[in-house]
């Protein structure tokens, strides 16, 4: 079943090319959703795709960031469908 993710990644998580990173790990898992970058310092996504494919997006992520993710806040929601592809949102 399909499953939307809402994620905040907090630490020194902008200025690295994290949301061009997550695109690529989005685009190649064909998850749908956003990232961006919060004027507070994190970086949020929106992810759906199907529960496993999710937890290995995760997965992805945290392995590509290991020593600038500081602290990771998620929920697991109902996927709404809205979502055709995966962009960087501004």
């Not at 790990?25 to 970058?37: F, M, P, Q, R, T």
């Not at 199907?50 to 290991?66: A, I, M, R, S, Y």
Request: net charge negative; hydrophobic share 40%; charged share 25%.
């Amino acid at each position: 079943m399909k499953k939307q993710l809402h994620v905040f990644y907090s630490g020194n998580v902008q200025g690295i090319g994290m949301r061009y990173t997550v695109l690529d790990i989005a685009l190649d898992l064909k998850v749908c959703g956003w990232v961006k970058n919060l004027s507070d310092g994190r970086v949020e996504v929106l992810a759906e795709a199907e529960e496993d494919t999710l937890n290995d997006f995760l997965g992805q992520v945290k392995d590509h960031f290991p020593r600038y993710i500081k602290e990771i806040t998620l929920e697991w929601h109902p996927a709404s469908g809205n979502f055709r592809d995966f962009q960087i949102a501004f």
